[in-house]
């Protein structure tokens, strides 16, 4: 309870206490001012008596109405203090709640403030990471495409390169052969003009001829003599075969390479027209 009413109920008590003293006092001076004989007066003087008596009750109804009303009063004040002190309690109480509510809804928004920028940091960090990912792909596409560029470039230098040493390395087998060409033919001259030396048979017929397979050692010397066709006649074929055997070794080319083409040949022998080749 507050001092105001405190105060007040004091008052109150104080009001109710005067009251009662008030009319006891007003009861004891009407009962001193009236003697004693008057109440021994005659029937005639009844009346009289009543009066006074009538007046102190209506005094007392009045008295007690005041009493009531200032009861009454007191009920409001108090009545009203109290609604007033349960407004002021509901007011605070919904001041409390509003001050509540508002730090809450204020911590709430914060909450999801710190939320948001987490999430836009994590999405900011999702497409730094994506785009990263992106740049990481492209320089490997990028690295690819420059490697598979450069191994094509390689790839077609190679084959050029190839192109170009087959081309050269043919130019040249081309001109080596046709050097040993000139060499073989060279040889083979030789050779034939050697066998051609020991040769010695009367013209009779172009048309007549012998042919034999020879076969020659590294050195030139004959291994054998394979008579291929014969002329018709057995003289002739024999002087052939004693020409070719006359003239080993034969002069053949000491490089290997070259005296393969010599190892196993034809030779034609015709009366008066010389040896050839076959």
């Given at each position: 309870?507050s001092r105001r009413e405190v105060s007040d109920h004091k008052y109150g008590i104080s009001l109710f206490i005067a009251v009662i003293v008030h009319v006891g006092l007003?009861?004891?001076?009407?009962?001193?001012?009236?003697?004693?004989?008057?109440?021994?007066?005659?029937?005639?003087?009844?009346?009289?008596?009543?009066?006074?008596?009538?007046?102190?009750?209506?005094?007392?109804?009045?008295?007690?109405?005041?009493?009531?009303?200032?009861?009454?009063?007191?009920?409001?004040?108090?009545?009203?203090?109290?609604?007033?002190?349960?407004?002021?309690?509901?007011?605070?109480?919904?001041?409390?709640?509003?001050?509540?509510?508002?730090?809450?809804?204020?911590?709430?928004?914060?909450?999801?403030?710190?939320?948001?920028?987490?999430?836009?940091?994590?999405?900011?960090?999702?497409?730094?990471?994506?785009?990263?990912?992106?740049?990481?792909?492209?320089?490997?596409?990028?690295?690819?495409?420059?490697?598979?560029?450069?191994?094509?470039?390689?790839?077609?230098?190679?084959?050029?390169?190839?192109?170009?040493?087959?081309?050269?390395?043919?130019?040249?087998?081309?001109?080596?052969?046709?050097?040993?060409?000139?060499?073989?033919?060279?040889?083979?001259?030789?050779?034939?003009?050697?066998?051609?030396?020991?040769?010695?048979?009367?013209?009779?017929?172009?048309?007549?001829?012998?042919?034999?397979?020879?076969?020659?050692?590294?050195?030139?010397?004959?291994?054998?003599?394979?008579?291929?066709?014969?002329?018709?006649?057995?003289?002739?074929?024999?002087?052939?075969?004693?020409?070719?055997?006359?003239?080993?070794?034969?002069?053949?080319?000491?490089?290997?390479?070259?005296?393969?083409?010599?190892?196993?040949?034809?030779?034609k022998m015709a009366p008066g027209g010389g040896v050839k080749g076959a």
């Amino acid at each position: 309870m507050s001092r105001r009413e405190v105060s007040d109920h004091k008052y109150g008590i104080s009001l109710f206490i005067a009251v009662i003293v008030h009319v006891g006092l007003l009861s004891f001076l009407f009962f001193e001012i009236m003697p004693v004989k008057q109440y021994r007066f005659k029937q005639a003087s009844t009346k009289l008596v009543a009066e006074p008596i009538k007046a102190v009750a209506v005094d007392e109804k009045v008295i007690d109405q005041q009493i009531a009303a200032i009861h009454k009063r007191e009920a409001d004040i108090k009545a009203a203090k109290l609604r007033k002190i349960e407004a002021e309690r509901r007011h605070a109480l919904a001041l409390k709640r509003q001050k509540i509510e508002k730090k809450r809804r204020i911590a709430e928004l914060k909450a999801r403030q710190v939320a948001l920028k987490k999430a836009r940091i994590a999405q900011a960090q999702a497409q730094a990471k994506a785009k990263a990912r992106q740049r990481a792909i492209e320089k490997q596409k990028h690295q690819l495409k420059l490697e598979n560029l450069a191994k094509q470039q390689k790839a077609l230098q190679d084959k050029l390169f190839k192109q170009q040493l087959a081309a050269e390395r043919q130019l040249l087998a081309k001109q080596h052969a046709e050097q040993m060409r000139g060499v073989i033919n060279k040889y083979r001259a030789i050779v034939l003009h050697a066998i051609e030396l020991n040769w010695h048979f009367p013209k009779q017929n172009d048309n007549i001829f012998c042919q034999y397979l020879v076969r020659l050692a590294p050195g030139g010397e004959v291994l054998s003599l394979d008579l291929v066709k014969s002329s018709g006649s057995s003289a002739l074929d024999r002087l052939a075969k004693v020409a070719i055997l006359k003239s080993s070794p034969l002069p053949v080319p000491k490089d290997p390479a070259l005296f393969d083409q010599f190892r196993q040949f034809r030779i034609k022998m015709a009366p008066g027209g010389g040896v050839k080749g076959a």
